[in-house]
Nanobody, 118 residues
Framework: QGQLVESGGGLAQPGGSLTLACQASPFIFNILRMGWYRQAPGKQREMVARISAGGNVDYGASGEGRFTISRDNAKSTVYLQMDRLRPEDTAVYFC????????????WGQGIQVTVSS
């Protein structure tokens, strides 16, 4: 799937917002399901949100209701808009490419830290 480059992480206050972006190879981006996963210290990696090549989305329990995944095929970029952030959203967030409706793909970004703290 080529390189996945994440950006947009950092520190946010509880109740605040952050937007993550992941840019992928333009040659195959349009045909890939893209996703965001996260891993908090001492916990397993979990699915946050996924979006198919056609724009169908689904969310994990951690992303439902507060997070929005979207994609811009012209920019080969997938976004994760995170609102009403909570301290428990603190984790390393990973972009994923090429997954199915039930499992992540083999393409992973390097991960980006999101910290929610006052």
């Amino acid at each position: 799937q080529g390189q996945l480059v994440e950006s947009g992480g950092g520190l946010a206050q509880p109740g605040g917002s952050l937007t993550l972006a992941c840019q992928a190879s333009p040659f195959i981006f349009n045909i890939l399901r893209m996703g965001w996963y996260r891993q908090a210290p001492g916990k397993q990696r979990e699915m946050v949100a996924r979006i198919s090549a056609g724009g169908n989305v689904d969310y994990g329990a951690s992303g439902e209701g507060r997070f929005t995944i979207s994609r811009d095929n012209a920019k080969s970029t997938v976004y994760l808009q995170m609102d009403r952030l909570r301290p428990e959203d603190t984790a390393v967030y990973f972009c994923n490419a090429g997954g199915s409706s039930t499992a992540p793909g083999t393409g992973w970004g390097q991960g980006i830290q999101v910290t929610v703290s006052s």
